[in-house]
């Protein structure tokens, strides 16, 4: 959302607290592949996304950061980091003063091709932090179920590639990605908002929109953000019914994806040693110089 004040990226399904004790000196690998889970505030958790991962055979640490609940030094405990949705804007560091440490394990990310998936939020946070720009949608929220558009560079595509064209996408956001990073590549726009979900690196996904949400999530959204949804034009009740109708679909196409993303965790599992023998992160033009357990 981009510190105004409204509520604007979310997520759903969070963690326990239980936590991750390594212990010792030299690099643990856990036994079920992990990832690292930035969850932002109470109501916006990995939802179908991390239902999804957890089929898959991962395991997801979550660090709830609205509670202070500390972040990993790096991500070579880690194959893999998701960055959930949030009400506070990608810059607003004063309400949410855990978002450097974001901006920092999200360059890491890129830099060591560790796969990344950046969600509503998360994915401005991926813009923001790699060079982009985010802006407040003068035009007020994008809200509801809404159809995407592919571009030509997701043909092929490991995650989105398989994404119909038309296909409906959750949408909660005040603010959008206006100018994507260097180098970045769109994927998925839609009518209103150009920059729907784009690539960075090797292995780095930004997604505007939630793949993780259903009608009951963006149902608890509308009833908390009732009088804003109202003052900018919208119907809450029109705006969760929508969600309501495409729900099959949703669930059908983003959890599809959620399952190519961790594929493509674990394959980064199989064939980098990042994560099992702890090597040192590499440098690139993208750096600058107790987790909950599921």
């Not at 991750?20 to 958790?45: F, I, K, M, R, Y």
């Not at 202070?68 to 560091?93: I, K, N, W, Y």
């Not at 571009?151 to 994507?180: I, K, M, Y």
């Amino acid at each position: 959302m981009g510190g105004t004040g409204e509520r604007g990226e979310r997520g759903e399904m969070g963690g326990t607290s239980t936590p991750d004790g390594t212990g010792g000196s030299a690099p643990v690998v856990p036994a079920v592949p992990a990832v690292l889970v930035v969850q932002h505030e109470e109501d916006a958790g990995p939802g179908l996304v991390g239902e999804r991962l957890l089929a898959a055979g991962l395991r997801l640490d979550v660090v709830r950061a609205w509670l202070g609940e500390p972040f990993p030094d790096d991500l070579r405990g880690h194959a893999g980091l998701l960055v959930l949705g949030g009400s506070v804007g990608c810059r607003d560091d004063r309400a949410a003063p855990w978002l450097p440490r974001v901006r920092t394990l999200v360059r890491e990310a890129v830099a060591d091709e560790v796969p990344l998936l950046g969600i509503c939020l998360g994915g401005q946070i991926v813009a923001d932090a790699l060079g982009g720009s985010v802006v407040t949608r003068a035009r007020g929220p994008e809200l509801g179920a809404v159809p995407l558009r592919r571009l030509a560079a997701v043909d092929g595509d490991a995650v989105l590639g398989g994404v119909p064209e038309g296909a409906p996408a959750a949408q909660w956001h005040w603010d959008e990605v206006d100018r994507l990073p260097i180098g970045a590549v769109p994927l998925l726009s839609g009518d209103d908002c150009p920059y729907q979900a784009f690539k960075v690196g090797r292995a780095g996904w930004g997604l505007q929109f939630h793949p993780e949400a259903g009608a009951g999530t963006v149902a608890r959204w509308a009833e908390a953000d009732d009088a804003q949804v109202r003052a900018d034009g919208g119907d809450p009740a029109t705006v969760v019914a929508s969600v309501r109708e495409a729900e099959p679909e949703l669930r059908t196409v983003w959890g599809t994806v959620s399952e190519a993303w961790g594929a493509v965790v674990l394959r980064h599992m199989g064939a980098d040693t990042h994560v099992r023998a702890g090597c040192a992160t590499g440098a690139s033009a993208w750096r600058d110089g107790g987790r909950g357990v599921v």
